[in-house]
């Protein structure tokens, strides 16, 4: 069954994300085998990830009847189709007879499918509808009767969404009202995946989680984002979510608090300038801070005029401000004015507690005369169209300036927590987000 978001609205004159109360933190410790141990990898597989909501793909790809797509996940391989009935479903890449994985593309147009070992055929439903000698069967003919297995399936925010357990809560539930009310205001239903690569890296899973679920590594690894991004926790809002989740908010298009420099960069002087700003009436240091909220004022007033139809609904901090949504366990999404950026890991395939695969995807609005678009984290333009995926190994191509300094610690840190000097976590109260990421993965760890 899939499913589409209701329409929510944000107050136009919100600063920021309205703050969450938080819940109290146990103080849980942060231990190395969590990340190493590969027992512990397969207890988490059969207690988290069978259990919580994760991204399959774009809903635009699996928009008509036989479209598909499958996703993998960890050791197992999903495929999405859209039924003549315009409901998208999902089902485990596996075969009733003998096993065998249905297909090994990644997306595609089918009116049926068909195991390539023996023969059976499959509906968009699911349903076998053919085998050969079918009158060979002493317990009865599979057609009609034997299926491809169903899984959850919701489609929300543009994205289809899966689930492996049957008793699972909504997806709606599961994000929580906060979640679904912002994310659906950025409409990334009306997006289009500029940028889709994976990368086989080096690390277990959750280092990449915990590195979105922090943001005091930004001032010594990604000191490019300084003049152009808050950095400075005091000037930031961390949230915890009682669902789970987390929310990083960080005010931006505006020179950092940790920034000394006098001029204003670059990157940010284009963006004033589009805005019809000159950059020189703010080089004082008193006008500095007036920068974000001039460009506020501009999109508010020029944007529809000059193609930005996405931001006839955005509170005042939507057109300059970046948001973090760190959904339990893998999936983050930064929204920003005009795009939606995944950085999500996933467990590798091969069950190697060491290794994961990380998908980096960045998805913009279409604006009227504009062909190209800025790649996230400086890399280079963008053509505004549906991306081919890639799949490289950590190292052979870059995944954008930001996301290749997070990978370059991130392999440091694997080797680190392998050390018999690892002393558990040691963490300031700005790095809750990570401290409340493990204690919910505890949570789940717990039940059977």
Same mark, same amino acid.
């Given at each position: 069954m899939s499913q589409t978001a209701k329409a929510y609205t944000l107050a136009p004159d919100l600063d920021k994300p309205e703050k969450q109360p938080e819940p109290t933190l146990r103080g849980d410790g942060v231990t190395a085998d969590r990340y190493i141990d590969a027992d512990y990898a397969k207890q988490e597989w059969r207690k988290v990830w069978m259990r919580t909501w994760n991204l399959a793909g774009m809903a635009y790809h699996v928009k008509e009847p036989g479209?598909?797509?499958?996703v993998d996940l960890g050791h197992e391989s999903i495929i999405v189709v859209c039924g003549d009935d315009n409901e998208v479903r999902a089902f485990y890449n596996s075969c009733p007879h003998r096993g065998t994985r249905i297909t090994s593309a990644e997306e595609g147009f089918a009116q049926k499918f068909s195991c390539p070992y023996h023969g059976w055929e499959f509906d968009k439903m699911g349903v076998t509808s053919y085998v050969p000698n079918e009158e060979d069967y002493p317990q009865g003919g599979p057609c009609g009767k034997k299926r491809l297995k169903q899984i959850q399936c919701r489609i929300l925010f543009g994205m289809?969404?899966?689930?492996?357990d049957e008793s699972a809560e909504s997806l709606e539930s599961f994000l929580g009202e906060e979640i679904v009310t912002e994310l659906d205001s950025y409409h990334i239903e009306d997006m289009i995946r500029v940028l889709n690569i994976t990368a086989d890296s080096p690390c277990n899973w959750k280092i990449i989680t915990d590195n979105f679920n922090e943001a005091y590594h930004v001032q010594v690894l990604h000191p490019g984002l300084i003049p152009y991004i808050e950095a400075n926790y005091k000037a930031c809002q961390f949230d915890l979510m009682d669902t789970g989740h987390n929310r990083g908010w960080f005010p931006s298009h505006n020179p950092s608090i940790l920034h000394t420099e006098e001029h204003i960069g670059e990157h940010l002087a284009a963006i004033m300038r589009q805005w019809d700003l000159n #950059?020189?009436?703010f080089k004082a240091n008193e006008n500095r801070p007036l920068i974000r909220k001039a460009i506020q004022s501009s999109k508010r007033e020029l944007g529809q005029s000059k193609g930005y139809n996405h931001y006839q609904e955005y509170a005042d901090y939507q057109f300059t401000d970046y948001v973090i949504y760190n959904i339990f366990p893998n999936t983050v999404i930064t929204v920003g004015p005009d795009g939606a950026?995944?950085?999500r890991p996933r467990p590798h395939p091969s069950g190697d507690p060491q290794r994961c695969l990380f998908d980096h995807w960045w998805m913009v609005h279409k604006i009227e005369g504009q062909t190209e678009t800025?790649? #996230?984290?400086?890399g280079?333009?963008?053509p505004v169209e549906d991306a081919e995926h890639e799949v490289v190994m950590y190292g052979e191509k870059s995944l954008g300036t930001t996301a290749d300094e997070d990978l370059s610690i991130a392999k440091m840190q694997q080797e680190g927590?392998?050390?018999a000097g690892f002393q558990q976590f040691y963490m300031p109260h700005q790095e809750r987000r990570v401290q409340h990421f493990h204690e919910v993965l505890n949570d789940y760890m717990a039940k059977e």
């Open positions: 479209e598909y797509i499958t289809v969404w899966i689930n492996m #950059p020189d009436d950026q995944l950085l800025p790649s #996230p984290a400086g280079p333009d963008l927590l392998s050390s």
